[in-house]
């Protein structure tokens, strides 16, 4: 068993365990440790850790105790099964090691706001997050993804989690899947047909009854409000009417995706299926179509450019996309879809100015488009009684 190694970095205290700890080097292991002055928050890594026996586990017990706030990373399979069958991993914050990948010879077919996607091979695509931190976000969209499986929704379900290139990143199987944004981009004149698809996987979404632990959509964005409130690009009356109107959206116990655009929707075999899964929740619908305005048009108001950026396929397919999906959905009465349009945008710039307040750089351009958009919503505010 060679000595423990400390590192202290970005704050974070972290001690490397390699070989093995038994009845005969593990006092000697824990004086080790101690003399090192570890300090909070402190991690153990163990990926080159062989064994430990039962004599280890009281070290890392002990060490517990005096930190809190442990955390071990790194666990190889023998380990991690030692960890999970004596209660460990319900004790504190356990991450095994990870199969290390390369982006080399990987097709990119896919980049957002958190990551890109990457086609391996014919079978596997990884998801790779950006955020060094992002373990956490991974195993709830995992979990998300599971509970919408389970219910009936046709989603991709994350089998593994490696590392590409020191990254943390979610691997999955799809076969020949291409994203609605990649189609539109081959073949705008599909909109409308791949729209009748897209409106049936909504309603499927928005007829499936919600488990009770997912979070609720309307909270949500009643937090959006508050924030843009907060922030008093709205006036009063207009900050008052927003939560009103948000507040009287009854509650629906049935599903939604949270981020329903083109890019979180894929084909295989021309069928649809969802992937993105971390922002499920429940509501009323009028929540699933705001946060569609958001992508389609809101974000990219001041700049139209920005919608084939993101989006990846022109902003005049995407405009015909929604009027399609929203007649599909709603029916051809155009007072109906005029009505629905509107209440969806609302919400739409709700989330907008929500962004843009987070993310604003201070510069003339995203001043005015705040101020724009405050304006656009407090116009719409004026005129509406109610969202649904």
């Known amino acids: 068993m060679a000595k423990p190694d400390m590192t202290l970095e970005n704050g974070t205290c972290t001690i490397r365990l390699a ?68 209660g460990f991993t319900a004790l504190m914050k356990v991450e095994k090691a990870f199969r290390n990948l390369s982006r080399e010879g990987c097709e990119v077919i896919g980049r957002g706001a958190n990551g890109d996607i990457l086609r391996c091979d014919a079978d596997t695509v990884v998801k790779i997050y950006k955020d060094a931190e992002s373990l956490d976000d991974i195993l709830h969209e995992r979990e998300m993804a599971k509970k919408a499986f389970i219910a009936g929704i046709p989603t991709a379900i994350s089998y593994d989690v490696v590392k590409v290139d020191g990254d943390y990143a979610s691997m ?33 979404v928005h007829e499936t009854p919600a488990p009770e632990d997912l979070p609720s959509m309307k909270e949500r964005v009643l937090g959006w409000a508050a924030q843009v409130a907060a922030a008093g690009v709205l006036d009063e009356a207009a900050s008052r009417k927003l939560t009103a109107l948000l507040e009287a959206v009854p509650e629906d116990r049935h599903m939604l995706h949270g981020d ?25 619908p009028v929540f699933e179509f705001g946060t569609m305005y958001f992508s389609y048009f809101a974000s ?14 022109p902003r005049e397919t995407g405009e015909k996309l929604w009027k399609a ?18 209440a969806a945008s609302a919400i739409g710039w709700t989330r907008f100015l929500h962004h ?33």
């Open 172 to 204: 999955f199987e799809m076969i020949d899947a291409q994203s609605l944004s990649q189609l539109l981009l081959l073949d705008p004149e599909k909109a409308e047909a791949y729209a009748a698809d897209y409106a049936a996987l909504l309603k499927l």
């Open 19 to 86: 070989g093995r700890i038994d009845s005969g080097n593990a006092a000697a292991v824990e004086a080790d440790i101690l003399a090192a002055g570890a300090q909070d928050p402190l991690v153990l890594d163990l990926e080159k850790l062989e064994y430990l026996s039962s004599a280890g586990l009281r070290v890392i017990l002990r060490i517990r105790r005096a930190h809190p706030g442990l955390r071990i990373v790194g666990a190889q399979p023998e380990i991690w099964n030692i960890l999970e069958m004596t």
């Open 300 to 313: 990219s108001a001041h700049d139209h450019a920005a919608f084939e950026r993101f989006l990846g396929f």
């Open 325 to 342: 999906v929203l007649r599909h959905y709603y029916g051809q009465d155009e007072a109906r879809l005029k009505d629905r349009e509107e």
């Open 260 to 284: 329903c655009h083109a890019k979180n929707i894929m084909l295989q075999k021309g069928e649809m299926f969802l992937i993105d899964m971390d922002t499920l929740s429940f509501g009323h």
């Open 356 to 388: 843009e307040i987070r993310h604003t750089d201070g510069s003339e351009k995203s001043r005015q488009a705040i101020a724009d958009a405050a304006q656009t919503l407090t116009a719409l505010l004026a005129v509406r009684e109610s969202l649904v």
